[in-house]
């Protein structure tokens, strides 16, 4: 009985041992991942600002595209109609 109480003593020294060193390597872990999700955070913002910043100074060098859903323009010349052979004759 001695020597299993032994055995089982030794067993669990060795798995609080064991589990200490991965409470280390998780704290260890968590601390990294924390960092880097810091790290990325940042990088997000500072790439959103950048975009922003881009999307903001670009409109005035951008082309506006016509609405092709509107009206047309009224010029007062059409070009839609040809003229007829005996206007353009004249």
Same mark, same amino acid.
């Given at each position: ?27 260890? !872990? %968590?601390?990294?991942?924390? &960092? ?9 913002? /500072?790439?959103? =600002? @950048? ?16 609405? !092709? %859903?509107?009206?047309?323009? &009224? ?9 007829? /052979?005996?206007? =353009? @004759?004249?």
């Amino acid at each position: 009985m001695d020597r299993l109480n032994a055995k089982l003593y030794l067993q669990n020294c060795y798995i609080m041992k064991e589990n200490e060193r991965l409470r280390k390597k998780a704290l260890l !872990l %968590n601390q990294e991942n924390q &960092a880097l999700l810091t790290e990325l955070k940042q990088r997000l913002a /500072k790439t959103a =600002a @950048a975009t922003k910043a881009n999307s903001n100074g670009n409109v005035a060098g951008r082309v506006a595209l016509p609405d !092709l %859903n509107s009206a047309p323009p &009224a010029h007062g010349h059409d070009k839609a109609a040809p003229k007829s /052979k005996k206007t =353009a @004759a004249k």
